[in-house]
């Protein structure tokens, strides 16, 4: 993904964790932003060195929402 961003001269986060991305793109956003993760759609699994791990995108965003949520966060 690094490559494909354009230059700009803002700052950019790269975040190797999938899991820690998608929580830092939900705690930085604001009322009306979009947040695109792109990626995985459909699939419900890592590959990680050549092993397929479970991961449901759906199930770990609804989490981190419902972790927020009790805990205080916006």
Do not use: Q
Not at 25 to 38: G, M, T, Y
């Amino acid at each position: 993904m690094k490559f494909g961003i354009i230059p700009t001269g803002k700052p950019y986060k790269i975040i190797v964790d999938r899991t820690e991305g998608i929580r830092y793109a939900i705690s930085i956003a604001e009322p009306n932003d979009i947040i695109v993760i792109p990626g995985l759609g459909h699939d419900l699994y890592l590959e990680k060195d050549g092993v397929k791990h479970p991961y449901d995108e759906r199930k770990v965003i609804a989490k981190i929402i419902d972790e927020m949520i009790a805990s205080g966060k916006k």
